[in-house]
């Protein structure tokens, strides 16, 4: 007879996790992407680090699932003003990635197949704040939603979390990326809605 149920979904823990201007999609997952999606055969998909670094630091598909992976859960928030609370993801740390990489870069380009970018500080990737993940609700990463990989930076808006994301170019200065030159803004904090540039 109960009509509604609170315990998961009750209010009282979610207080306090919306940021401003956002509101909560439940159990929907919208499809976002500038362009089609892509779908590199696993055979010729890689992972690498790259740019002002001490080598090319690569990885096949097979030796990046080999990597030490973790769960992950965490709110998301997409600068269209949805938000998903608890989403459930596993991946490769971008401190297990970074590893063994020798660097004086402070800022990195995400960049995918399909050719979608996004700049990010190195500190905001670095700390357990952002991941490679490869799984999305204990199934394979669907294609739709960034399949086989796809950034996770869940601390900034979405569009920073790179769909398809193949690599990581590490640089000295800091170089906008797709959404970026586009207006948006080029950090994207969430929790001081910064949408767009000038916010
Ligand atoms: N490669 C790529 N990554 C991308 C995008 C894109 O167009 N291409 N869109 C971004 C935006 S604006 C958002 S909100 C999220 C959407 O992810 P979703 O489609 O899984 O919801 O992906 C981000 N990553
Ligand atoms: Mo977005």
Redesign the pocket.
Known sequence: MAVVSRGFHGRGRRDGRLPPGQRDIGDG???????PT?HTPLEEWDFVVQGEVDGLHRWTWEEFRALPHEPVTVD?H???SWSKFDTHWSGVSIDTVLEGVETAAEYVVAF???G?T?NLPLEDLTGGQAWVVDTYEDEPLAP???GPA??LVPHL?????????RGLALTSFDEPG??ETFGYHNYGDPWREQRYAGD
């Open positions: 997952f919208p499809v976002l992407t500038a362009g892509p998301i997409c600068v269209t995918s197949d399909g979608y996004t739709e939603h960034g796809r950034l808006y979405f569009w920073k979390s790179a769909k398809w994301v797709f959404w």
